[in-house]
C-alpha cells in the first residue's frame, strides 16, 4: 500500500485522516502542485517550489518559501519508502489553511496548515504523445486569479467533463473573445510558424511546462511569441498544442470536431515536443 505524507507523519494511505474541518474540504481554501517524476528524480523542483511559495504568499497560507522546500526532503522520502525510483511517477502535494470551525474568515493565527503529499505511479500516454488530442472550445468561466494553483478547480472539472462527454481530452478556454488556456494545460498555437501563448497575467497559471516549453522550443530555433490568439485564429491554426506536467507537449489534431491543420500532428509541434522530450528525460527518450 502506498506511504503519503500527512501533518508531518509518513503514513500508510489507509490511514491518512483528515477533519471534515479543514479549509481544504469546506472552502477549497489550499494551494496543491503536481510534479513529475522520472527515475527517480523530481522534475524541475525549483520552479514547481517557487509557484507554490508565492501562492501560498498570494492567499495568506502561513507557510513559507522554507517550510515549501522542506516538502522537497518529503519528495525524496516517498519516492523511496514507495518504491518509485525507477521508472515514471507523480507526487501531488497539498497545503491548506488547516481545520477550524467554518467561518469565512481566517482561523486564529496559529492553526497549522494542513499538509499533505502524495506519489503515484505514472505512464504517460504513448498515444496522445504521437497521434494527439481532441479538443473543445468553451466559455473561461473561471475567476480572476488564474495565476493561483488553488484547489478550487470546478472550472477545470467542468471542463474536462464537458471535454470528456463530447469524446475529447481538453476544452480550450475563450475569455473576450481570445484563448487562455486549457482547462488543466496551457496552450500554444503555430501560426505563420510562430508558436503563440497567452502572456503570462492573472487569466492563466504560469505553468513549469509552458516555461521549459517556451526556453526549449527556443533553443531549437522555433519562434515563440507570448501574445494571445483570437477564437477565429485558434479555429484556423496551422497547429496546435497543449503542455503540462502530466500531459508533456500534446499535438491537438481535432477542434470541436474539425481537423486543424491537415488532422495530424505538425512540423513545429513535433521539433518544440522533441526539445521538450529531451529536457524531461534528459535526452534519453529516444528509447521510449
Ligand atoms: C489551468 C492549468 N493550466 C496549466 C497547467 C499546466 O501547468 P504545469 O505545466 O505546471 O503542470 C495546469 C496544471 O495543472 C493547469 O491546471
Request: hydrophobic share 45%; glycine share 10%; aromatic share 8%.
Amino acid at each position: 500500500m502506498a506511504t503519503v505524507y500527512l501533518n508531518g507523519e509518513f503514513v500508510p494511505a489507509e490511514r491518512a485522516r483528515v477533519s471534515v474541518n479543514d479549509r481544504g474540504y469546506v472552502f477549497g481554501d489550499g494551494i496543491y502542485e503536481v510534479v513529475r517524476v522520472t527515475e527517480g528524480r523530481v522534475f524541475a523542483w525549483d520552479e514547481h517550489a517557487r509557484r507554490m511559495a508565492r501562492g501560498l504568499g498570494e492567499v495568506r497560507i502561513d507557510f513559507n518559501a522554507s517550510d515549501v522546500a522542506a516538502l522537497g526532503g518529503v519528495c525524496e522520502r516517498l519516492l523511496d519508502d514507495n518504491g518509485l525510483r525507477t521508472g515514471e511517477a507523480t507526487i501531488y502535494l497539498q497545503v491548506t489553511r488547516g481545520a477550524a470551525p467554518r467561518l469565512h474568515y481566517f482561523p486564529p493565527a496559529g492553526t497549522p496548515p494542513g499538509v499533505y503529499a502524495a506519489p503515484s505511479r505514472f505512464t504517460p500516454s504513448r498515444e496522445m504523445r504521437e497521434r494527439g488530442i481532441a479538443a473543445i472550445v468553451l466559455p473561461d468561466i473561471r475567476w480572476s486569479r488564474c495565476d493561483i494553483k488553488t484547489i478550487n478547480l470546478m472550472g477545470a472539472v467542468l471542463g474536462r467533463q464537458a471535454a470528456r462527454e463530447a469524446g475529447a481530452y481538453e476544452a480550450l478556454l475563450i475569455r473576450d473573445g481570445m484563448l487562455t488556456e486549457g482547462a488543466a494545460t496551457n496552450a500554444f498555437v503555430v501560426l505563420g510558424g510562430v508558436a503563440r501563448t497567452y502572456p503570462l497575467s492573472n487569466y492563466i497559471l504560469p505553468g513549469i511546462t509552458r516555461q521549459v516549453v517556451i526556453a526549449a522550443a527556443r533553443d531549437a530555433g522555433v519562434h515563440v511569441a507570448e501574445e494571445p490568439v483570437t477564437q477565429q485564429q485558434l479555429l484556423a491554426a496551422d497547429e496546435v498544442f497543449i503542455v503540462g506536467t502530466t500531459t508533456d507537449v500534446a499535438p491537438v489534431v481535432t477542434i470541436d470536431g474539425r481537423a486543424v491543420g491537415d488532422g495530424k500532428p505538425g512540423p513545429v509541434t513535433r521539433r518544440v515536443q522533441e526539445a521538450f522530450l529531451a529536457r524531461l528525460y534528459g535526452g534519453a527518450h529516444a528509447a521510449r
